[in-house]
C-alpha cells in the first residue's frame, strides 16, 4: 500500500486566530483551568504546538505565585471528543504513554453520554472546591483547534451545572464559526464555575514534504480545517488508503461494497465504481457520479460507521503499527503507543524549538538578518569616519 498523492499542505490561519493566539498570555492570566479539546479519531494530530507553548509557560507563571494566592490555581485538562467514532481499545493505553511526557489531567467524552459529562463536570467541581479558600470563583478558558467540538462540549457542561438546556453557543460541522471568545458562561452554581469559549485555531505551518500534506489531509476529513482547500477525491483516496492499512485483510469499507466485490481494493477509481454501482449514484446519461460517491464515502466514515470495526495495525489515523514487528520487541498495544507518542513528542517540541519554520517564516527572518547586518555596516563605516575626521554626518 503505497501513500497516494496528496495535494500540498494549505496555509489556512485568518486574522482572528493570529488575533487570539496573540491575546491569550494575557487571558491566560486570569485562567485557572485550561480544558483543550482534542479529537479521539486523531489523538496527535489535533495537538497544536503553539498551543502547547503558550500553556506551558503559563503553568510555570502560575506556579511561581504559590497556592496560596488564588491566582495560583493552575489546571490542565485535555478532552478527547468523539470518543464514540473511535473504538475504545485505545483509550487506556493512549492516556498511559501521553502522561509520561505531560502532566495534565485526561478525559475522553462522547457527544451525547450524560455518563462522561459527569465525570468531566465533577472533576471541575472537586477543584473548584479543593481551592475554594484562595478562589471563590473558577475561572475557565477552553482552547483547541477548530471544529473539534469546544462549543458542545461548553453547552453540554452548562446543562449539567445549572440544569439550563438552552445553547449559550452557536454550534456548526464546518470550521471557524466561533472567530471571538465567548460571553463569561456560568457552568456551576455552587462552587460557583465560569467559562470561556474560544476560536479554533489551526498550526500555523502544517509542515514540510509528506508529512505536512498528510496531516492537511486529516484535519480536512474531520472538518478541522476548510474543506474547500481540498477536493474530495483527494480526502476519499487518503480515506480508502488509511482504511486498508489499519486491517488489510478486512478494511471497513467491505459492507459498503457490492456483495459480489467484497475484497480489499486499493484503485480509487475501482472503489468509487463499486460503491457508486451499490448506491445506484448514477447522473444523467448513465454515467456514475463518482464526485458524489467519494463525498458520501467521507461523510459516512464521519458519522463513525467505521468505528467499530476491527484494526489490526493501528488505532485511529495517528497510529499506524504496519511497521513493527515482534523482532524489534515491540508487542502489546501499549508498547506499540508508548514508542509511537515519543517519536511524535520528540519531533513536536523540535518544531516547538524553532528546528522547523515556514517558507514564509525562513524568509522574512532572512531579510531582517540581511537588513541587520546592513545597518551594521553602515554603522561601522560611519564610526569609523567619525573617528578619522572628528565629525561626521550620521548615516540614514
Known sequence: MVLPPLPPAPSWFPGHMASFTKALPTLLANTHVVIEARDARLPLTSINPTLETALAKWRVEKEGLGANSGAGVCERIVVYTKRDLVSSKGEKPLESALKRHFDHRIHFNSTGSPRDLRALHSSLVSIAEENKETTPHLNILI????????????????WAGTSISTKALRTSAQPGLTRALSERLKLNLDPPIYAVDSPGVMVPFLGRGDEGRERG??????????????????????????????????????????????????????????????????????????????????????????SQWPETHGWGFDFDFSSYSEQEGIRTLQEKMDEYVSRYVERMRSVQDGIEMSPTREKRLAREERKKARDAKRQAAYEAKKLGSGVAKKPT
Open 143 to 158: 482552547v483547541g483547534m477548530p471544529n473539534i467540538g469546544k462549543s458542545t462540549l461548553l453547552n453540554n457542561l452548562r
Open 217 to 306: 489531509v486529516k484535519l480536512a476529513l474531520i472538518a478541522g480545517i476548510k474543506e474547500s482547500l481540498y477536493d474530495v477525491e483527494s480526502l476519499a483516496a487518503y480515506l480508502l488508503y488509511k482504511l486498508n492499512r489499519l486491517n488489510p485483510e478486512n478494511p471497513a469499507y467491505l459492507p459498503i461494497l457490492p456483495k459480489s466485490a467484497q475484497k480489499p481494493v486499493q484503485d480509487l477509481e475501482e472503489f468509487l465504481y463499486l460503491v457508486a454501482e451499490r448506491l445506484g449514484s448514477i447522473r444523467k446519461g448513465g454515467e456514475y457520479d463518482l464526485e458524489r460517491t467519494a463525498r458520501w464515502f467521507v461523510g459516512w466514515w464521519r458519522e463513525g460507521k467505521a
